[in-house]
């Protein structure tokens, strides 16, 4: 049984771990359901455990947390759907690989929901747009927005941390860091593809998805 907790305005960075590592230590022992949380924080950079300090562009702009998640920097902030995934792999598989791919599908599948279609690049983690509306690369490649990041930490094969979606975030803040390591491409959110899409509208793409990507 997948507890399902959604939290209303802003969770702070430091309690969401804490809540996470002991939620975590909890279905390690047994003691409680796995769970999936969903929420907004205020706006913060952290830093994953591959994040390169000149990646940080603006380090006065927000708070900067160093997280343990693995990833580079990223963005979180209001209008963005954050999804905390509390799982225990000791009965779903002991294979991070196929995890991080079954995160990966639940994504693309919530985003086709709204007739987004969102796609996985080898070399760059989290779920990419193609933005045939801008113009090509210098290369000759379609220009691709980043539209979700994916970064999981596992601790007795239980994993927290997990997803970001852009939903209708401030844009400009990303310009604070190089999120994710890559500065080829920028990052876009479903309002900024033109979709009057809210919060509750991505939590209920999420609930169906997460069923037909899991098995739950």
């Not at 399902?4 to 939620?23: C, H, K, N, Q």
């Not at 580079?72 to 690989?97: C, E, S």
Request: net charge negative; charged share 25%.
């Amino acid at each position: 049984m997948t507890e399902w907790i959604t939290s209303d305005g802003l969770t702070g960075y430091e309690e969401a771990v804490s809540f996470m590592e002991a939620r975590a230590g909890q279905i390690a022992r047994g003691e409680a359901d796995e769970a999936i949380w969903l929420l907004e924080h205020p706006p913060l950079y952290t830093a994953g455990t591959s994040a390169r300090r000149e990646d940080l562009r603006d380090p006065d702009r927000f708070p900067v947390f160093e997280s343990k998640r693995g990833g580079q920097y990223t963005y979180h902030g209001p209008g963005q759907r954050v999804v905390y995934v509390m799982l225990d792999l000791n009965t779903r598989g002991r294979d991070i690989r196929r995890f991080v791919q079954q995160l990966e599908a639940w994504v693309i599948a919530a985003l086709a929901e709204f007739n987004v279609t969102g796609h996985i690049r080898e070399g760059r983690v989290g779920v990419w747009v193609e933005r045939p509306d801008r113009p090509r690369l210098p290369d000759g490649r379609m220009a691709e927005d980043k539209i979700a990041a994916i970064g999981i930490r596992l601790r007795k094969w239980v994993s927290f941390h997990g997803i970001s979606i852009n939903v209708e975030p401030e844009l400009e803040h990303f310009s604070g860091i190089v999120p994710c390591g890559i500065s080829d491409y920028g990052v876009t959110s479903l309002v900024d593809l033109g979709l009057p899409v809210t919060m509750t509208d991505v939590d209920v793409a999420l609930k169906r998805g997460f069923a037909e990507t899991f098995g739950d």
